[in-house]
């Protein structure tokens, strides 16, 4: 069992290192201050409920099939079965999401395994099987795809506040993302999928995945390739038992939470999907919504923070509405 | 049973709350651009543990056992048993904390369970008797520690790194805080522990306790009172079954987690003590090993961030070692 494909490089010293680094790219410019945060709600600042409620059919966006995954569990060990939803980024990560969908239509992902739960870091998932299978049409490895130009040609839309680690941060397309002049990445929030890769660069592919379960290490940006994020079912993820081995990997594969299966929604027969819609992080009531939160004061909060994190804000999904 | 300590408020509509609402505090001064920075390291950055191999025994301080409390499970339902260790913070929550040494000590928390588990937000955990028993000599209700005055008795250790939330944020004796010109309080990272209350601000005193166990909700900074936080064992409480009901409570009893007991550490036979010793926020091995992770760049690092966020930092923990 190969375990050494995610942060592999945690278990070895630093000796002998330096000659094969790569030059450091610049440090990211300073924070400027903020000036354009929106002024506080007046009185007491609504429920999510009561927001997403005047929201319009056409702030909504439905999942499309073509680019989300299904990862099923039956029930085991305790645990409950059910379904990871992930919405695929291909925007960021053409390739990788491809070749994703290569691999989950050949069969490759078929009775594969969480092999890996790192507390406060990664839950990590392959293949699993001894010997280890090898793709067919679809390919072991890729070319990177850490950032994509900064460019007009995918959304973005920005987070006024302060971010400790990127110049500037917002949603595209309901990804949370960063981007400085020249490059655009998404982050690594709680429930984002990366592809899991060894020491070089280009190791990757998405035979191997991985979501984050904890604080998000933002460290990652810029050193992984973002695939996707989790929108429904990351609790099937994030609530297994944490791997005893370094790095969280469990001691032996009675210890792995089988998946049946990762399949494209669009090769699951209508009745059986997961039909969900997102709501549009251009929209009114998102701004509306993120607003809300940042200013929270009500029965409870007493003290609004009057800032908020690219990563606190949770982009609202429901089962699609009737059109 | 009672549910409503923690979030209430998230279940009711804003309707009629205007009018009860305290005034606003004024919003979090912005940001100012950021300047001091430490360089880079040259070269690639050491691992943790050969930046700790080079610490002195001085740098590291032991947990005091007065101000540690051991909430101890034994196995259950497949989930390991073990032991979450929690170090009290008499600085910030001098009050909550002599009520919860009170209550441990009257046998308040004996046999109490985990009830409620919200995904990515916290764990909580109650007497959960049924009917629920009094405190004797400890309090049920205290006034509320959310702050404590900004002054130089208790040690700031800068952490110069933007910050959405606050102007500045550090350690103090190894927690991470945060600070303007006339406070100080606490910050909800990963394991860290705080006291669930009802609406009132007034409401809590310790016990009902919660540990966050996903992405820090930085709003609740300055909305409850911090008492603590997980130094070991945390993967005991975020590995747990989230609840199904709404935020996250278990349904009935028979989803519970029970733990034997909280006990402080003082209380507990020398030899049936987890003896730790944590690094000194304020030592020269603490700075490396934070700038190191800051600019990290290693065999599987490439693109190092030149920045670290408070809560992405770990201060580490070992067994006390021989004096």
Redesign the interface.
Known sequence: MRKSAF????M???SG??A???A??P??P??????N?PA?P??????V??ILAKSTPEEWRALDPENTLYMDFAPA????GGRVVIELAPDFAPNHVANIKTLSREGYFTNGAVTR?Q??YVTQWAQAAEPERAPKQGQKTLKAE?TRPHDTTVGFDVLP?????APEVGFSNGFPAARDKTSMWLVH???VVGAGRD?S?DSGGGTELYAIN??????L???LTVVGRVIQG??LL?????GTEALGFYKTPAEYRRYADIKVAADVPADKRTDLEVLRTDSATFSTLVNS?R???????????????L??INVPFRPRQAS
Chains 1, 2 share one sequence.
């Open positions: 942060f592999a490089a945690l070895l010293t630093a290192l330096a094969c680094q790569p450091a790219s440090p990211p300073p924070v400027e201050p903020v000036s945060i506080a007046e009185g007491a600042t609504p429920s409920q009561d060990n305790g645990s409950p739960v507390d406060n850490f506040d302060p971010d400790t680690y929030c709680y429930g020491n660069d904890g604080v998000p290490p933002r460290g940006d810029r050193n990351m609790e994030s609530a297994l038992p944490r939160r200013w929270r004061k009500d029965d409870f909060y007493h003290v609004p923070a009057g800032r908020i994190g990563c606190n």
